[in-house]
């Protein structure tokens, strides 16, 4: 059964660095991109990054305006796993970060999320 799995959340302050990890199963990293998306307090749902390993690369990847030059995309394909490694933070990058598989052009599975808070 296909699965993502998303952890690494926390409580991190201004400035400081988090690693989310999305776990997949059911399906390999060799055959379909994942994005991480993230909705904030009262703000819709944005896209973050996006990597695909499918044409055998290290990855190509996406970022957003908003993270691009402090978020990094990677992935563990052994492992089954993509990173965000967010870092540089700001309180704007408090919100439930989600990853998601991608499938003829939008999302089929979703994780439940993990929550990220910056404050001091």
């Known amino acids: 059964q296909e699965q993502v799995v998303e952890s690494g959340g926390g409580l991190v302050q201004p400035g400081e660095s988090l690693r989310l990890s999305c776990a997949v199963s059911?399906?390999?990293?060799?055959?379909?991109?994942i994005g991480w998306f993230r909705r904030a307090p009262g703000k819709e749902r944005e896209g973050v990054s996006c990597?695909?390993?499918?044409?055998?690369?290290?990855?190509?990847?996406y970022y957003a305006d908003s993270v691009k030059g402090r978020f990094t995309i990677s992935s563990d394909n052994a492992k089954k796993t993509v990173y965000l490694q967010m870092n540089s933070v700001k309180s704007e990058d408090t919100a439930v970060y989600y990853c998601?598989?991608?499938?003829?052009?939008?999302?089929?599975?979703w994780g439940k999320g993990t929550l990220v808070t910056v404050s001091s």
């Open positions: 998601a598989r991608v499938y003829m052009g939008g999302m089929d599975y």
């Open positions: 059911g399906f390999t990293l060799d055959d379909y991109a």
């Open positions: 990597i695909s390993t499918t044409d055998g690369s290290d990855g190509t990847t």
